[in-house]
């Protein structure tokens, strides 16, 4: 059984910062790429960034230069980064991540349970 369990949400002002962690769990699966997605209400999930097991990034216009996605793979576990953010950041955030079966080499999706991030102006 594959778990997502992401950390790191909450409330901050205008420009401040936060880091997001998720923590990834499994047996006999591998955890290839990962990332992270955001949702408003009314609107559709969109990537935020995601990472490759060789550290291959890719981000979203409207927060490069802002937020750097990292990940261990010792632990299973990605993080974002989130600095200079603005009122228009504020989403819950889902942790994505690509399983591949070690048995069967085949690969699915999985989500966390999403973590609120809501930043005032």
């Known amino acids: 059984q594959v778990q997502l369990v992401e950390s790191g949400g909450g409330l901050v002002q205008a420009g401040g910062s936060l880091r997001l962690s998720c923590a990834a769990s499994?047996?006999?699966?591998?955890?290839?790429?990962m990332g992270w997605y955001r949702q408003v209400p009314g609107k559709q999930r969109e990537l935020v960034a995601d990472?490759?097991?060789?550290?291959?990034?890719n981000y979203v216009d409207s927060v490069k230069g802002r937020f750097t996605i990292s990940r261990d793979n010792a632990k299973n576990t990605v993080y974002l980064q989130m600095n200079s953010l603005k009122p228009e950041d504020t989403a819950v955030y889902y942790c994505?991540?690509?399983?591949?079966?070690?048995?069967?080499?085949?690969?699915?999706?999985?989500w966390g349970q999403g973590t609120q991030v809501t930043v005032s102006s």
């Open positions: 994505n991540a690509q399983v591949q079966s070690i048995a069967t080499y085949l690969e699915f999706g999985s």
């Open positions: 990472i490759t097991r060789g550290g291959w990034t």
């Open positions: 499994g047996s006999t699966v591998r955890f290839n790429t």
